[in-house]
């Protein structure tokens, strides 16, 4: 009879909305809702928060050097950058690496990646936005909300994509 009833408790917990397997794991982040800030060093050691780019239109994708679609779609992110250079927009990379510039340095040099990286060797980012793997990208628009969430590559050069993050950029804030 005990054992039932401690079996009925584990499974109930177990069930729950907060559940100890979701204390460790925050829900995926939404569209619709403000982006979770996050202050992260560049590579020049520059700390940088999301907050700071409240007005524009942010890209962030989430990545690691060693994951093979990180690498297939960082091309056309460095495309994407160039075409929008100087508009309210903002390309915010943040690498997972766990070792750090290390690694991340030597790889935007290798790629001719001119648009911040930021590291995060000890991957908080990925709890705070709920992702579950790399690449993951997030489009917040000018008010800090979420507009768009990829999972996955994508060829971010498209001129379809060009002329969506345009439309973002243009809207008021």
């Known amino acids: 009879f005990v054992f039932i009833i401690i079996a009925v408790a584990v499974v109930t917990l177990l069930q729950g909305k907060d559940s100890f397997l979701n204390l460790f794991h925050k829900p995926r ?17 520059k700390m940088t928060s999301l907050i700071d780019f409240k007005g524009k239109v942010v890209f962030l994708n989430i990545w690691a050097t060693w994951c093979p679609p990180c690498r297939e779609e960082m091309p056309s992110m460095e495309k994407l950058y160039q075409e929008l250079k100087g508009e309210d927009i903002e390309i915010l990379a943040v690498s997972i690496d766990t070792s750090g510039s ?32 790399v690449p993951e990208s997030f489009i917040i628009n000018k008010e800090g909300i979420i507009e768009k969430i990829v999972i996955g590559p994508m060829d971010w050069s498209t001129p379809e994509v060009v002329r969506s993050f345009r439309d973002l950029i243009q809207k008021p804030f």
């Open 29 to 45: 982040v939404k569209l619709g809702v403000p982006a979770p800030n996050f202050t992260f060093p560049g590579l020049d050691g």
């Open 102 to 133: 290390n690694v991340v340095a030597p790889f935007m040099k290798e790629y001719k990646l001119n648009f911040p990286a930021l590291l995060d060797p000890e991957g908080t980012i990925q709890n705070l936005y709920g992702t579950t793997g």
